[in-house]
């Protein structure tokens, strides 16, 4: 479990300082195509779907490749 968390940190260590030092790092992320955007006069509604799936499937990868 330490061991787990460590990677992980390192992992969130590394992208903090890719977001802090590259700009428009990850400017795509969040306007992808399945990506849903509601702006009305008064509220904005943001369902960020194709953006979680690719979460989900990179955190499902890893957790697979540190399992082994």
Do not use: Q
Not at 2 to 11: K, N, P, Q
Not at 36 to 46: A, H, P, T, Y
């Amino acid at each position: 479990m330490s061991r787990t968390l460590i990677i992980a940190g390192c992992l969130l260590l590394a992208l903090g300082v890719l977001l802090h030092f590259v700009p428009g790092a990850l400017s795509w992320f969040g306007r992808l195509p399945g990506d849903i955007r509601i702006e009305g006069e008064r509220s904005k509604i943001f369902i960020p779907i194709t953006s979680m799936l690719i979460v989900s499937v990179l955190l499902s990868l890893l957790l697979a490749l540190f399992r082994r």
